[in-house]
């Protein structure tokens, strides 16, 4: 079976500064997989490659069968990837119901009314959904980012740093919400940098320094991996 | 778009002004649009050219409004498009043999081409960037009104070009009241649909719009279009209504007024246009005889919106009665 998500030799220069470096790493269907790497290791620059967000200076990203290399976002949103953002990027000044409304779904008024109603029942927003988004906290801001990009249902969705900002009351209902999604069929690839979090979620760890992948395995393997300790005492 | 489609946009523009109708800002409004109905019987015809003046200028700004405020687009090149529009449509009508009525549309069309070049960096760009690159073009058509004297008439103007309705002021103005609140209508539809929360998206995120399927170039390119092309119809009914179109109609200072209406008016509300335009110009008119002290009064009003007002008169839930009742019982 070949993967659902693979970059091929996907490099990154912004100037002098190589931010990926060559990097290969595939995610299959349903898979929920972790992606760690020191500050600066170029996890999310591989987000913004993936998306759309910057054209890559060499390599290729494959999808679900096609060369998506170069697409523009919304390009790679119709083609079923979704993405949260490092800082969450909630329309602060529309609602949590209005927020809902912005994706792009071929779905008629009342089945996308239906649709949003029960994101926000099952991610726990139903009780504010006519609050503006600017009000809510820093864990349900997160939240909402998630259900927002469920309505498009994709079939990978990046998620860069979930867990950060979210206070620990809120933590494990999103680690909770995450591992549901995954279960109903839909591929997950976190940058985390939460290890309990990492532990907790994923299948399979993808490790990156400097731009490449250093070695990939479960938590357990790559938590014994001698190069993935150097990577981050070594100061890469 | 499908019929279909069409049918739930019109409903939604009708529950929307239903909604709207009810709001403090919705029943000022009714009772603005029933004084500008009944206007000509009500004010002198001398009052009557300010009424005018003062509709044209409410269009010019809320088509601001729907670029910079809804958008984020925040353009300097507005009043350079309005006058564009204006020196087209009378240009086309004088020179060309164009009919009149249809050179005001057309001087829409061509404000809409003339913001074509700009289109591409205000898309891509963002915030100071914008203001550059818009102000830099704004300036390049004010100069050339001047220097392209054969064209336009240079600094003086242009004039002697064929009245609307015979010179008819009150078939004018109605003919102004119409076209304006017809405008104004469309933006609101185009604005209390979905690309109107798209746009509001586009101001706060323009990349997650992006990441949420939407097409956001073409969103951005869309309002450009529809904002500039509009500010060029409120240009040419501004050059028909004072029979002359000259160089400063499209200067900065004029581009500043357009502004400060539009922000004390309020960029988040398109309403905020009406109120802007309806405060800034009454103290314009007021106070006519300080010259360009004017400024000094824009610039202190504008402060004190900001810092009491941060959305705009029109997005503030300022309550007269309230504060009234307040003052009374304290
Ligand atoms: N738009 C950009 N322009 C210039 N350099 C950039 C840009 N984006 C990222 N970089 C550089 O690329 C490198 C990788 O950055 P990236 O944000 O991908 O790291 P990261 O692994 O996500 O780090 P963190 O864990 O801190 O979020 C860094 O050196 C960063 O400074
Ligand atoms: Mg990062």
Known sequence: MSALLATDGLTKTFGGIVAVDGLDIAVDES?????????????????????????????????????????????????????????????????????MLVPNVPYGPKEREERIWKLLEELHLDHVAEHRADALSGGQKKLLELARVLMLEPKLVLLDEPAAGVNPALMDEIIADIKQINERGTAILVIEHDMSVISELCERVIVMNAGRQVTTGTFEEIRNDERVREAYLGGA | MTVEAVRLAVDRVRSRLREDARTRNGKLFAAITALAVFAPVMFSPYRLEIVMQLLIVILAVASWVFVAGYFGMFTFAHAALYGVGGYAAVILA??????????????????????????????????????????????????????????????????????????????????????????????????????????????????????????????????????????????????????????????????????????IGGLRTFGGAVFGGIIVFGFSEVLRDIGELRLVVWGALLIVVTLYFPDGIAGSSFDVRKRFQEWFDR
């Open chain 1, 31 to 99: 898979e929920l997989v972790g992606l760690i790497g020191p500050n600066g290791s170029g996890k999310t620059t591989t987000l913004n490659l993936v998306t759309g967000f910057h054209a890559p200076t060499g390599g290729a990203v494959l999808f679900d069968g096609d060369d998506v290399t170069g697409m523009k976002p919304y390009q790679v949103s119709k083609r079923g990837i979704g993405r949260t953002f490092q800082i969450s990027k909630p329309f602060g000044r529309m609602t949590v119901f209005e927020n």
């Open chain 2, 94 to 263: 004088a020179e060309m043999g164009v009919h009149p009525l249809a050179s005001i549309l057309l001087g829409g069309v061509v404000a809409g081409l003339f913001s074509l070049p700009i289109s591409y960096p205000v898309l891509r760009l963002s915030g100071a960037y914008v203001g550059m690159v818009t102000l830099a073009y704004a300036e390049i058509i004010y100069y050339g009104t001047i220097i392209l004297r054969d064209v336009t008439g240079g600094p003086t103007g242009y004039t002697g070009f064929p009245q609307l309705f015979g010179g008819d002021r009150v078939v004018m103005y109605y003919f102004v009241l119409a076209l304006v609140v017809a405008l104004m209508l469309a933006m609101y539809a185009l604005l209390v649909n979905r690309f109107g929360l798209v746009a509001r998206a586009i101001r706060e995120s323009s990349d997650a719009a992006q990441m949420l399927g939407n097409n956001v170039p073409r969103y951005k390119l869309t309002g450009f279009l529809v904002g500039s092309s509009i500010a060029g119809v409120a240009g040419a009914l501004q050059a028909y209504n004072i029979l002359i179109i000259s160089p400063p109609m499209l200067e900065i200072d004029q581009m500043i007024e357009f502004m400060a209406m539009g922000i």
